[in-house]
């Protein structure tokens, strides 16, 4: 027994040095300029390619970052988790199951196609249909109500008082023709639970929401903390529903690009058009960049390389 003793000891995993990779991650990519800047949100054409930041957030509550850490982006379809996260407490798992679903749809993340395929309904949380349909399924009083507790909401998970970005939101709600149709359609089946032009509203305007990778990073280690705040330790999701929102990511977090991502690098992720993405190894971090150019599926380019280098060197793959 003590070797056996001895051997179990010498197996137990040392610590990653995260600062070292997350410094060589930024080196590594900082002169990548592939993809292009999101421009059909105007607001967002104006955002610089070369704006990079990185931030990874421990379980324990430590923080290492490079790059462009001050620097504040939109959080688009980010928010989808949160608010996501907020319908599972209020409704529990067989619900978002049955109302919001959980397959990918093949198609691009704004797709009308994909909602009259399966006669309205939105397949997933996180594509804009499903996403819309989720901030209608929140427990609200009101409009006003429904918008303050998607925000309390975010602020809780990012451990920060976050803001909306006005140009953008003006921005977004000038050109947002095509998620009004898809929410229109949405209801025309019944797979919408409330106000159609409000929960657009509502919806677009979390879109808006600034975040820096530090406040999007901490939101991350909520999800693989199992659903407690290792920063103002907060049980924020009931540990229960944390797997079945980490599966959602995994399904349909990078949209037509989620496959591929959970063949190359083997954890959930989530990333939004204004560059942002976040990553979540559970039980030990999350990671989050930002760097605005994006893939033709809508996924920051710089973001998917920096995440898979660090969780390549920190044997994070789940499978
Ligand atoms: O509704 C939209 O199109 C944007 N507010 C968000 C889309 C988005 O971020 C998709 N992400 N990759």
Known sequence: TASLFFSAATLAQTVPDYAALIEQAHQKYKSNHDGNVADYIPALAAYS???FAITLATVDGKIYQAGDISKAFPMESLSKVFTLALAMEQRGPQEVLDKLGANATGLPFNSGLAVELTKGAPENPLVNAGAMSTVSLIDAKD??????????????????????????????????????ALAQLMASYNSFYG?????????TRQCS????????????????????????????LNERYVPQVLAEMAIAGLYDGSGKWLYTVGIPAKSGVG?????????????????????????????????????????????
């Open 209 to 236: 929401v600034d975040i820096t990778v530090e406040q999007l990073a901490k939101m991350g280690a909520v999800l693989a903390n199992k659903g407690k705040s290792p920063f103002n330790g907060k049980q924020l």
């Open 143 to 180: 409009k006003t109500d429904r918008w303050n507790k998607i925000l309390a909401n975010l602020n809780a998970w990012a451990d920060a008082t976050l803001t909306v970005n006005e140009p953008v939101f003006r921005s977004e709600m000038e050109t947002n023709q095509h998620n009004q």
């Open 275 to 319: 560059g942002g993405m976040v990553a979540v190894v559970p039980r030990q971090y999350a990671i989050a960049v930002y760097s605005p150019p994006l893939d033709s599926a809508g996924n920051s380019v710089r973001a998917q390389q920096t995440i898979e280098y660090v969780a390549h060197a920190t044997q994070a793959n789940l499978f």
């Open 195 to 203: 106000n159609t032009q409000d929960a657009v509203e509502i919806y």
């Open 49 to 51: 390619p070369n704006n």
